[in-house]
């Protein structure tokens, strides 16, 4: 980046010529290189577009009944937006967070729930490498007919990083009744290497109701891999 001096012959320069543009701001005139526009058709985000636009059309169909029970739930749920702002979740914004989670994992949508439901028995996670295998353990098993557990996983971290900064990507595995998991696989495609006994990495996980569309308590922490 360079500035760029202004006369009286030439007060402004704009567009683009040989690589560089110019641009001005508050701190004047600036000649800035061109760079290339990030590819945004990814294959996940052309995964998530299409979730979210097929859980849009869900939204639309259900009937004003089942609508305002959503709403009900969201109120009884209090799901917070995200981990800055207090406000939670309303009725609609709940649909979309279950049911894209439920897509992802290769689940049906819940477009019919009931408000006088247990809340969901919350859970426990550890993750290990044994001869190879990353693999996710819970302190109680899942029972795959009524619940999924939905879990993201960072890559290798240092000692020093205490903070997650959007490092964690959803690791989409095969969910069964089991109280064990293996993610090698996905993780593998996600960050192309595995952690080591003894490494550090992020990980924040809850689970989701297949039939209630409640959500469980959500966990993030920094772990040891065992």
Same mark, same amino acid.
């Given at each position: 980046?360079?500035?760029?001096?202004?006369?009286?012959? &030439?007060?402004?320069?704009?567009?683009?010529?040989?690589?560089?543009?110019?641009?001005?701001?508050? /701190?004047?005139?600036?000649?800035?290189?061109?760079?290339?526009?990030?590819?945004?058709?990814?294959?996940?985000?052309?995964? $998530?577009?299409?979730?979210?636009?097929?859980?849009?059309?869900?939204?639309?169909?259900?009937?004003?009944?089942?609508?305002?029970?959503?709403?009900?739930?969201?109120?009884?749920? $209090?799901?917070? $937006?995200?981990?800055?702002?207090?406000?939670?979740?309303?009725?609609?914004?709940?649909?979309?967070? &279950?049911?894209?989670?439920?897509?992802?994992?290769?689940?049906?949508?819940?477009?019919?729930?009931?408000?006088?439901?247990?809340?969901?028995?919350?859970?426990?996670?550890?993750?290990?490498?044994?001869?190879?295998?990353?693999?996710?353990?819970? =302190?109680?098993?899942?029972?795959?007919?009524?619940?999924?557990?939905?879990?993201?996983?960072? /890559?290798?971290?240092?000692?020093?990083?205490?903070?997650?900064? =959007?490092?964690?990507?959803?690791?989409?595995?095969?969910?069964?009744?089991?109280?064990?998991?293996?993610?090698?696989?996905?993780?593998?495609?996600?960050?192309?290497?595995?952690?080591?006994?003894?490494?550090?990495?992020?990980?924040?996980?809850?689970?989701? /109701?297949?039939?209630?569309?409640?959500?469980?308590?959500?966990?993030?922490?920094?772990?040891?891999?065992?």
């Amino acid at each position: 980046m360079a500035i760029v001096k202004t006369s009286g012959l &030439v007060s402004d320069i704009r567009g683009k010529l040989g690589g560089v543009c110019f641009q001005k701001s508050s /701190g004047g005139l600036m000649l800035r290189t061109m760079t290339k526009p990030k590819n945004k058709r990814t294959n996940s985000q052309e995964l $998530q577009r299409a979730t979210m636009a097929q859980v849009q059309n869900e939204w639309r169909d259900i009937t004003n009944g089942e609508r305002d029970k959503y709403k009900s739930l969201a109120t009884l749920a $209090q799901v917070r $937006q995200n981990n800055i702002t207090k406000n939670i979740i309303n009725g609609h914004q709940l649909f979309i967070k &279950v049911n894209t989670l439920l897509l992802r994992y290769g689940e049906a949508v819940v477009t019919s729930t009931k408000l006088n439901q247990s809340l969901i028995v919350p859970i426990e996670c550890t993750v290990a490498l044994t001869l190879g295998v990353l693999e996710i353990s819970t =302190n109680r098993a899942i029972v795959y007919g009524n619940e999924i557990l939905v879990f993201y996983m960072s /890559g290798i971290i240092a000692n020093s990083v205490n903070r997650n900064r =959007n490092r964690s990507r959803m690791i989409v595995f095969q969910n069964v009744s089991s109280n064990k998991f293996d993610i090698t696989a996905p993780y593998l495609a996600i960050f192309g290497v595995l952690p080591a006994t003894d490494d550090q990495v992020f990980i924040k996980y809850f689970v989701v /109701g297949k039939k209630t569309a409640l959500l469980g308590s959500q966990v993030r922490e920094k772990i040891i891999i065992g």
